[in-house]
């Protein structure tokens, strides 16, 4: 833009001299004396004259025209760039693109964001705003060309994405109708009539359906990809979602927008959510028995949301019968209970709920604090917690007090114990058929986010511990079996980590000991908690009807016969947990559990059983996105 306004000056200066020039006699010149020269004189002049101006104006429009082409190469660049790290899976080189919104990472992950970059998108046009890049790029969809406005700041690294541009959305303004208000921007203030007409017909057929009795509805169009929210219903603008090759909002934007509508209004429609819940657990394996109380236990919860909700469907599915994968998986159902991973996340198969977290209704204080975390990864909340698991580090009191080591132990002191076993007796020191002593460990020296080189040192650490029985060859169930055979044949480990459910068992056989997990400082031991919560299918139809049932069930007791810990004090409160657990291993849990640490998303790639007796520190790379 600014080479443009110099060419202009440029151009209009030439002309003013030019016309000075041409009009400009000198007195002492007679008319006849000028009318005496040859006639084609002026036509000369005026000849010169066009070639000087075109000349200049030719220059300036190139100088012009190059700087365009040149900012949208880069853009193109960039782009190009973008497509290729989202092929790759990539999400490191992907994300180094964009500001570090966490927000505005993630939304990158939504499925339409994906049909995007799987389009090839296009530049066919990038001005420079102040600074800020407005680009219109097109990409094709099914078949279907569609456009789209994007944003870029010029920074010291190269370009990279913003969010939005207030200069060209301009003031959102707000209007008022019978049905309630609509906000929207400047810019798309000619769609108006549009969006008022989508969300009065939604609102008319579904009249007697609102859930709510919402004397005013408020809705607004958004600058951005808005999250989903209980109480601010919004979507975002068809310059930001995607235009059609006319230029107009497509009868894809409008069928979406209304699904939207219909959505954030909570209607009240008969409809069907399919819930999935997960009836394996990779560290231990459950029962035939764990899986019918299970599975009969979200029986009857559904039995019971359903007489207070009898227009809504709960469908409980064994994640069993559905495909391994992922992204495919989370297609066939509306929500699930089953533990978190990077996976689903990655490739854009759950929601996003930490706007939804906002919701009052749910009280976020009325959870435990290390529980609450464990549905978190990278600053954002994928998963609403339901239970904990706390695993317990169990002894055999004969074996121990030979060796004249008792806990409280320091890592030192467990190793020296283990060692002391093992060389007074054929027994093994310890039997590991679950990977919590490794996050102990790897806690217990590292109060930040776990990386490489902690899990190097931990895993270095583990291998010098001698004869240790570790059953990682086995499959979760058989491996959970075996180390129950092995301790239940006169005890063939002087220490080994179970469920708390499992300390009744293991008293059948005399002198079982109960000790928190080893520590640093044999003053604060911090051991692992196995999170479970719900997660939303980024596919459901009923997003918000799936959350509500999230809530319903975080207010349920946790349904698993393993004492899992419920997310809720007021849960445990009602249900009187504490109360229940037997001592000793009452006071254990109790004095153990404050200092508790959740493992996240991220911790859970480093101690898999696969990678122990490789002491692999290095976890298998994430590939992101939908393959």
Same mark, same amino acid.
């Given at each position: 833009?600014?080479?443009?306004?110099?060419?202009?000056?440029?151009?209009?200066?030439?002309?003013?001299?030019?016309?000075?020039?041409?009009?400009?006699?000198?007195?002492?010149?007679?008319?006849?004396?000028?009318?005496?020269?040859?006639?084609?004189? &002026?036509?000369?002049?005026?000849?010169?004259?066009?070639?000087?101006?075109?000349?200049?104006?030719?220059?300036?429009?190139?100088?012009?025209?190059?700087?365009?082409?040149?900012?949208?190469?880069?853009?193109?660049?960039?782009?190009?760039?973008?497509?290729?790290?989202?092929?790759?899976?990539?999400?490191?080189?992907?994300?180094?693109?964009?500001? *570090?919104?966490?927000?505005?990472?993630?939304?990158?992950?939504?499925?339409?964001?994906?049909?995007?970059?799987?389009?090839?998108?296009?530049?066919?046009?990038?001005?420079?705003?102040?600074?800020?890049?407005?680009?219109?790029?097109?990409?094709?969809?099914?078949?279907? *060309?569609?456009?789209?406005?994007?944003?870029? $700041?010029?920074?010291?690294?190269?370009?990279?994405?913003?969010?939005?541009?207030?200069?060209?959305?301009?003031?959102?303004?707000?209007?008022?109708?019978?049905?309630?208000?609509?906000?929207?921007?400047?810019?798309?203030?000619?769609?108006?009539?549009?969006?008022?007409?989508?969300?009065? +017909?939604?609102?008319?057929?579904?009249?007697?359906?609102?859930?709510?009795?919402?004397?005013?509805?408020?809705?607004?169009?958004?600058?951005?990809?808005?999250?989903?929210?209980?109480?601010?219903?919004?979507?975002?603008?068809? &310059?930001?979602?995607?235009?059609?090759? $006319?230029?107009?909002?497509?009868?894809?934007?409008?069928?979406?927008?209304?699904?939207?509508?219909?959505?954030?209004?909570?209607?009240?429609?008969?409809?069907?959510?399919?819930?999935?819940?997960?009836?394996?657990?990779?560290?231990?394996?459950?029962?035939?028995?764990?899986?019918?109380?299970? &599975?009969?236990?979200?029986?009857?919860?559904?039995?019971?949301?359903?007489?207070?909700?009898?227009?809504?469907?709960?469908?409980?599915?064994?994640?069993?019968?559905?495909?391994?994968?992922?992204?495919?998986?989370?297609?066939?159902?509306?929500?699930?209970?089953?533990?978190?991973?990077?996976?689903?996340?990655?490739?854009?198969?759950?929601?996003?709920?930490?706007?939804?977290?906002?919701?009052?209704?749910?009280?976020?204080?009325?959870?435990?604090? %290390?529980?609450?975390?464990?549905?978190?990864?990278?600053? +954002?909340?994928?998963?609403?917690?339901?239970?904990?698991?706390?695993?317990?580090?169990?002894?055999?009191?004969?074996?121990?007090?030979?060796?004249?080591?008792?806990?409280?132990?320091?890592?030192?002191?467990?190793?020296?114990?283990?060692?002391?076993?093992?060389?007074?007796?054929?027994?093994?020191?310890?039997?590991?058929?679950?990977?919590?002593?490794?996050?102990?460990?790897?806690?217990?020296?590292?109060?930040?986010?776990?990386?490489?080189?902690?899990?190097?040192?931990?895993?270095?650490?583990?291998?010098?511990?001698?004869?240790?029985?570790?059953?990682?060859?086995?499959?979760?169930?058989? +491996?959970?079996?075996?180390?129950?055979?092995?301790?239940?044949?006169?005890?063939?480990?002087?220490?080994?980590?179970?469920?708390?459910?499992?300390?009744?068992?293991?008293?059948?056989?005399?002198?079982?000991?109960?000790?928190?997990?080893?520590?640093?400082? +044999?003053? *604060?031991?911090?051991?692992?908690?196995?999170?479970?919560?719900?997660?939303?299918?980024?596919?459901?139809?009923?997003?918000?009807?799936?959350? $509500?049932?999230?809530?319903?069930?975080?207010?349920?007791?946790?349904?698993?016969?393993?004492?899992?810990?419920?997310?809720?004090?007021?849960?445990?409160?009602?249900?009187?947990?504490? %109360?229940?657990?037997?001592?000793?291993?009452?006071?254990?849990?109790?004095?153990?559990?404050?200092?508790?640490?959740?493992?996240?998303?991220?911790?859970?790639?480093?101690?898999?059983?696969?990678?122990?007796?490789?002491?692999?520190?290095?976890?298998?790379?994430?590939?992101?996105?939908?393959?």
């Amino acid at each position: 833009m600014r080479s443009r306004n110099v060419s202009a000056f440029i151009f209009s200066h030439v002309i003013l001299k030019c016309m000075k020039f041409d009009w400009e006699f000198d007195a002492e010149i007679e008319p006849e004396s000028f009318r005496s020269r040859p006639p084609y004189w &002026r036509w000369l002049q005026l000849a010169l004259l066009f070639i000087v101006l075109s000349a200049l104006a030719g220059g300036g429009w190139w100088r012009v025209r190059s700087a365009e082409k040149a900012l949208l190469q880069s853009v193109q660049d960039i782009l190009n760039l973008e497509v290729a790290s989202a092929q790759l899976g990539d999400g490191e080189q992907f994300f180094t693109f964009f500001p *570090t919104d966490p927000f505005y990472r993630f939304s990158q992950l939504q499925p339409i964001n994906q049909s995007f970059y799987a389009g090839n998108p296009q530049v066919t046009r990038a001005q420079l705003h102040d600074d800020v890049i407005w680009a219109n790029v097109t990409y094709t969809v099914d078949g279907a *060309t569609q456009q789209r406005l994007l944003f870029f $700041d010029q920074t010291s690294s190269g370009l990279r994405h913003r969010v939005h541009d207030n200069a060209f959305w301009g003031v959102q303004k707000r209007t008022r109708y019978p049905w309630g208000q609509l906000l929207l921007h400047e810019a798309d203030e000619e769609w108006r009539s549009g969006f008022a007409t989508a969300i009065q +017909r939604n609102l008319t057929e579904y009249s007697n359906a609102l859930v709510n009795n919402r004397a005013d509805f408020t809705f607004a169009i958004t600058d951005e990809f808005a999250p989903l929210m209980v109480d601010s219903p919004s979507f975002p603008s068809p &310059r930001v979602w995607g235009l059609g090759a $006319d230029g107009e909002p497509s009868a894809e934007y409008w069928a979406a927008f209304d699904h939207a509508v219909v959505t954030q209004l909570e209607l009240a429609n008969e409809y069907t959510i399919r819930f999935a819940i997960d009836v394996s657990d990779t560290a231990s394996g459950y029962t035939a028995q764990d899986v019918r109380f299970r &599975r009969n236990s979200f029986q009857s919860l559904a039995q019971a949301y359903m007489r207070l909700h009898p227009d809504i469907t709960i469908e409980i599915v064994d994640l069993t019968t559905l495909p391994t994968d992922p992204v495919a998986r989370m297609r066939l159902i509306d929500g699930a209970v089953m533990p978190l991973s990077a996976d689903l996340v990655v490739s854009g198969a759950i929601l996003d709920l930490t706007e939804l977290a906002k919701d009052p209704s749910l009280q976020t204080g009325d959870f435990y604090e %290390q529980i609450w975390l464990g549905g978190y990864w990278q600053n +954002r909340f994928w998963q609403l917690p339901l239970s904990a698991q706390m695993r317990m580090l169990f002894y055999d009191k004969a074996m121990v007090e030979s060796a004249e080591i008792l806990p409280p132990w320091t890592f030192e002191d467990y190793e020296e114990l283990i060692a002391a076993v093992q060389a007074q007796t054929e027994k093994s020191g310890l039997l590991l058929s679950a990977p919590d002593l490794l996050y102990a460990h790897a806690f217990a020296y590292n109060s930040g986010a776990l990386d490489r080189n902690q899990a190097a040192q931990t895993l270095q650490w583990f291998s010098q511990i001698e004869e240790t029985r570790f059953l990682n060859e086995l499959e979760p169930a058989v +491996r959970r079996q075996q180390a129950l055979t092995i301790l239940s044949s006169n005890r063939q480990a002087a220490t080994w980590i179970d469920v708390p459910s499992e300390y009744e068992y293991h008293s059948l056989l005399s002198g079982l000991g109960v000790a928190p997990f080893p520590s640093s400082d +044999r003053l *604060t031991s911090i051991a692992p908690l196995w999170v479970e919560g719900g997660m939303i299918s980024s596919a459901s139809e009923h997003p918000l009807a799936v959350w $509500d049932w999230l809530i319903f069930l975080s207010h349920q007791a946790p349904k698993l016969n393993r004492r899992t810990i419920p997310a809720r004090p007021s849960v445990a409160l009602e249900t009187s947990f504490w %109360q229940t657990v037997p001592q000793p291993l009452n006071a254990v849990m109790r004095s153990a559990f404050p200092t508790t640490r959740a493992i996240t998303v991220e911790d859970r790639r480093y101690f898999s059983a696969e990678s122990i007796p490789a002491n692999r520190s290095q976890p298998t790379p994430l590939r992101w996105f939908s393959p």
